[in-house]
């Protein structure tokens, strides 16, 4: 029993002696642009919405996170996206990130990490909507700055390219390329609380 106990003791104190073993939760806005040739690019304006996450950064600066973003926009051009309207961007995230602490008050992180996305829309014509589910992989960075001195409050804003594959199967493998596959560059601004 004593040896259980002055192993946890042992434990705890190195876990909680390091600075790296920090936790937080996200919350911000967010705008995603498509680029490039693809239907997203060419028949929907930017989407606007918002997102929340949870990091946990474990060992040298290194952690993982996870991601919930919700973005929403207009339909562009009718004859590319289809006679829809109000599409409705939903992302889920699992990334690695490093940390690099500039000084006592900035950080950058760097992210890489992949999901699930789905693009739903709405219909005059049909009730159900009308949804194109797929996978991401995605490369992005933040840069951190603490606004409270214990580093509790931090403000985090940075870019994420997306690279989107849905679940489209069409005859011609460029019509295919076209509507399956997008590329997105995100840019988010939010507050991040550390514990």
């Known amino acids: 029993m004593k040896n259980v ?7 705890s104190g190195i876990c909680f002696s390091q600075e790296t073993n ?30 929340a996450g949870f990091t946990g950064t474990f060992y040298k600066n290194f952690g993982l996170g996870i991601e919930f973003n919700k973005g929403y926009s207009e339909v562009s051009d009718v004859s590319v996206f289809g006679d829809l309207h109000s599409p409705q961007l939903t992302l889920f995230d699992i990334y690695a990130l490093y940390r690099y ?61 997306y690279f989107m594959h849905t679940f489209t199967e069409m005859d011609d493998p460029k019509i295919q390329k076209y509507y399956s596959k997008a ?10 609380l550390c514990f």
């Open 5 to 11: 106990l002055l192993t946890f003791i042992l434990i």
């Open 22 to 51: 920090k936790f937080a939760i996200e919350f911000k806005g967010n705008t995603f642009t498509g680029l490039g040739n693809n239907f997203v690019a060419d028949g929907t304006k930017t989407f606007t919405g918002f997102g």
């Open 101 to 161: 602490d500039v000084n006592q008050k900035l950080s950058i992180e760097g992210n890489i990490g992949g999901g699930f996305s789905q693009l739903k829309s709405y219909s005059d014509y049909r009730i159900e909507k009308f949804t194109e589910g797929g996978n991401t992989f995605f490369l992005g960075g933040k840069a951190l700055y603490s606004v409270t001195k214990n580093n509790s409050l931090v403000l985090v804003a940075g870019p994420r390219f």
């Open 183 to 192: 590329t997105l560059l995100n840019f988010s601004l939010g507050l991040r």
